[in-house]
């Protein structure tokens, strides 16, 4: 009997809890901060988590996960909608597509931070159909720091929300450039996320700045002829043309990003080139598809966010669609990539080619400054017209590096390694220590920026000098093969005269000072003896003395000597990372 009363009296509670959790979930409010405000505000961090997390308890087709910590100490969070209900993500790639949706890189950009709440309730309440071959996968809002450094003021140019977060993270790093470099926790965090979903198709919400027009909406693909192949032919040729095609047919017009400063845009420009320290330019190194969606500053904050909520729907119309062919163009990519010879690392735009676009514009001219005196912009928004207009959206390679079969990195320099791992590089320690055959790069050399860029002194126009040596690696040292998923990681990270190299970003700066010097009156004697018992250097010396310069600096002859000696010091101006080519 009193088993019997027991077992009731547990039935009683798990029903009484399971009705209790129905009436919690049925009791949420899923109406907006966006909503409540007739779409003037937006939510704050805590509305934002909150609000998932009720998703996440009401509708088991969502789920809500913290992945990694951030600057402001704050976790990233990542929520998932899927009608199967798995969000084991490597169960999900066998059947299907997963879209990264990131949100708030910069919180002030607050319109898929919204929109993507939106489109999320909607799909879990039945208001949107499920897509049947899409798995959605947000950040909800990525710069934590900058969200909860809220104000009114900053967003000079933008109408819009009434409030909203800041550019800098809590660090003042715009993450938006660090995606390779890595300086902060949330760009870490970022990494563990991308490589855990490795979706097919990467959406970053932003807002734009710059010239003035008629669109709400412009779009900023990652540049086709850089993500290259049947990849980048199928972004260029297929996708872009079925996004502008489903949005007009919604009565909702966009343009390519307008990258314009200073000037009109009747005069044309060209493809903004998004480099890998870019969200678009990083997801793009494992031939993941990167749109960035950039909302007109200029128009109304509800606007805006119903624009970035329609071109979402859109897209996943598009995965839907063709998400078969985007995993085999994908996949084709990762297997054909490192089989090249050559890889391009640098481009500019090629003026061979373009595209015309019936670009929807304002009148503007240039007026006189009431306040400098000189000449200012000034739009018409009372004269629209609609012009055809040249699109630059072709580039060309300047600089192609022969592939190698794979790099050595020693030991020594961990913090490469670091990185190397969190992107889940694949190489072998050394077991012990070898003589290997490897090419060499010396800087021959760089350029670089007189004032700070997000925490660096970045360097440019770098360029190398390579020979052949035998070379001691030591056990420990690591071998990468180019023959892995992350090829193109390795080639713009390890190859210096790449854009967004490792050495750019200041990683190997020890390299180019040097450490061991002269005192001028000890290696006087030392160098005389050495230009009199070597008659070829002895030559060198004399021709090099034909130019003015050095022949009237009697430290930089002296510096010469000295560097063409046994005693200047190996690793000045020495890349430490080897290639191997056979």
């Given amino acids: 009997m009193l088993k019997n009363i027991f077992i009731i009296s547990i039935l009683y509670l798990t029903i009484s809890c399971n009705v209790s959790q129905k009436q919690d979930a049925i009791n949420f409010d ?148 660090d995606f390779i470099k890595n300086d902060t926790k949330n ?57 502008k095609a489903s949005l007009e047919a919604k009565k909702w017009d966009i343009t390519p990003y307008v990258n314009v400063w200073g000037t009109t845009p009747e005069k044309g420009w060209s493809q903004f080139m998004d480099s890998p320290r870019y969200s678009t330019g990083y997801t793009t190194l494992w031939n993941t598809i990167g749109v960035m969606i950039e909302t007109h500053m200029l128009k109304p904050y509800k606007q805006r966010v119903e624009g970035t909520y329609e071109l979402m729907k859109s897209m996943i119309e598009i995965i839907e669609r063709d998400g078969t062919k985007i995993q085999l163009l994908r996949k084709n990519a990762f297997t054909t990539a490192p089989k090249q010879h050559m890889y391009a690392t640098n481009w500019v735009v090629d003026t061979t080619k373009n595209t015309t676009i019936n670009f929807k514009g304002y009148e503007g001219e240039f007026i006189n400054s009431d306040i400098t005196g000189g000449k200012r912009l000034k739009y018409h928004q009372n004269k629209p017209y609609t012009k055809e207009v040249i699109y630059q959206n072709y580039f060309t390679p300047t600089t192609q590096i022969k592939i190698p079969k794979a790099y050595i990195i020693p030991k020594g320099w961990w913090n490469v390694i670091e990185l190397l791992k969190l992107n889940q590089i694949e190489f072998t320690p050394l077991k012990k220590d070898s003589m290997i055959t490897a090419e060499i790069y010396h800087i021959k050399d760089y350029k670089t920026r007189t004032t700070p860029y997000e925490g660096h002194y970045l360097h440019y126009n770098t360029s190398i000098m390579k020979n052949t040596e035998k070379i001691m690696a030591s056990k420990g040292d690591i071998i990468l093969s180019t023959n892995q998923k992350g090829f193109r990681y390795l080639m713009e990270t390890l190859e210096p005269e790449a854009t967004d190299s490792f050495f750019n970003w200041n990683f190997f700066d020890t390299i180019l000072q040097q450490k061991e010097g002269f005192s001028p009156y000890v290696w006087e004697d030392k160098a005389a003896e050495l230009l009199k018992d070597n008659e070829k250097l002895r030559a060198l010396f004399n021709l090099k003395k034909k130019d003015s310069t050095f022949a009237n600096n009697w430290y930089m002859q002296l510096d010469w000597i000295h560097k063409q000696s046994e005693h200047y010091e190996k690793a000045h101006m020495r890349y430490p990372i080897y290639r191997i080519l056979k």
């Fill in 30 to 177: 899923f109406t907006t901060v966006f909503e409540k405000s007739n779409g003037i505000e937006t939510a704050i961090y805590t509305e934002i988590i909150s609000f998932y997390k009720n998703l996440a308890k009401a509708y088991s087709t969502v789920n809500i996960k913290e992945i990694g910590v951030t600057d402001s100490g704050n976790p990233l969070h990542i929520i998932t909608i899927n009608p199967d209900k798995i969000f084991d993500f490597e169960k999900i790639r066998q059947t299907k597509n997963i879209l990264l949706i990131n949100n708030g890189i910069h919180p002030g950009e607050s319109d898929g931070i919204d929109a993507t709440m939106l489109l999320f309730r909607d799909i879990a309440q039945g208001k949107i159909n499920f897509p049947k071959n899409t798995v959605l996968v947000t950040i909800p809002i990525y710069n934590i720091g900058g969200g909860l450094n809220r104000n009114s003021t900053t967003r000079t140019n933008q109408n819009g929300p009434k409030a909203y977060g800041f550019r800098g993270n809590a660090r003042n790093y715009d993450l938006n450039r």
């Fill in 187 to 243: 760009a870490k965090a970022f990494a563990s996320i991308f490589h855990l979903t490795q979706p097919n198709v990467f959406i970053d919400n932003h807002v734009s700045n710059g010239a003035d027009y008629q669109y709400t909406l412009t779009h900023l693909f990652t540049q086709h002829n850089k993500l290259g192949g049947k990849l980048g032919k199928y972004l260029h040729q297929e996708m872009q043309p079925q996004l």
